[in-house]
């Protein structure tokens, strides 16, 4: 089966500038993740969704990040305005059971300048 | 908020050698996984416990459940160059937030020929 598409796979922005993510999770995955990942630590959970509701976004910084899966397949991530430190890789996963079936895509990697 | 406690941060070894890491919690988890990272890829499930005291292996590696529920360790035997990588531990608890996974910072292993 195909894996997590994610698009671009690097961007560099100036800061308060706006950037957006795409993600395609693997064919009737119905749970999609964003995570977060600064340079030395794990990823950290943005937000779940599960089709195209909101499961979890409790640590998301709703005043600049905002996320949509409209269809319940594909999702966007963007942040407007960027700070330096969001410079970091965010990780797109699609799961169908939970945690045990998780697929992570290969990431997009933001730099923030 | 949860955090995972992951040693060493970083292993340089001589091929050939057995490695063993750790993972602990200040809290409980119901399942603890472990990743292995890539550079420019994302994590990938290598083993998966769900019970305490649970020891499970995969191949050259082995993992075990803490009987605490607070822990947790990877061994992995007669290391190979392509074992090089970042390993993350991961703990997940049922519930609300099925899914969220918390990870570990991170142990970065490095192997000599």
């Known amino acids: 089966e195909a894996g997590v598409a994610q698009s671009p796979r690097y961007k560099i922005i100036e800061k308060r500038q706006s950037v957006a993510f795409w993600c395609n999770p693997i064919?009737?995955?119905?749970?999609l993740y964003w995570y977060q990942q600064i340079l030395g630590q794990g990823p950290k959970l943005l937000i779940q969704?599960?089709?195209?509701?909101?499961?979890?976004d409790s640590q998301l910084p709703k005043d600049r990040f905002s996320a949509e899966r409209l269809k319940g397949v594909d999702s966007t991530l963007k942040i407007q305005p960027a700070k330096l430190e969001d410079s970091a890789v965010y990780l797109c996963?699609?799961?169908?059971?939970?945690?045990?079936?998780?697929?992570f895509g290969s990431g997009t990697r933001l730099t923030v300048v | 908020g949860q955090q995972l406690n992951q040693s060493p941060q970083s292993m340089f070894i001589q091929e050939g050698e057995d490695v063993s890491m750790n993972c602990t919690s200040s809290?409980?988890?119901?399942?603890w996984l472990w990743y292995k990272q890539d550079p420019g890829e994302g994590p990938v499930l290598l083993i998966a416990?769900?019970?305490?005291?649970e020891l499970t292996s995969n191949g050259r590696l082995t993992a075990q459940f803490g009987i605490t529920r607070k822990d947790s360790f990877l061994n992995i035997s007669a290391s190979i160059p392509s074992d090089v990588g970042i390993y993350f531990c991961?703990?997940?608890?049922?519930?609300?937030?099925?899914?969220?996974?918390?990870f570990g910072k991170g142990t970065k292993l490095s192997v000599k020929p």
């Open positions: 996963a699609s799961s169908t059971r939970g945690a045990l079936g998780y697929t």
């Open positions: 064919s009737g995955h119905a749970t």
């Open positions: 969704f599960q089709n195209n509701g909101v499961v979890d």
């Open positions: 809290s409980i988890f119901n399942t």
């Open positions: 416990l769900y019970k305490a005291g």
């Open positions: 991961a703990g997940l608890n049922y519930g609300g937030s099925q899914g969220n996974l918390i």
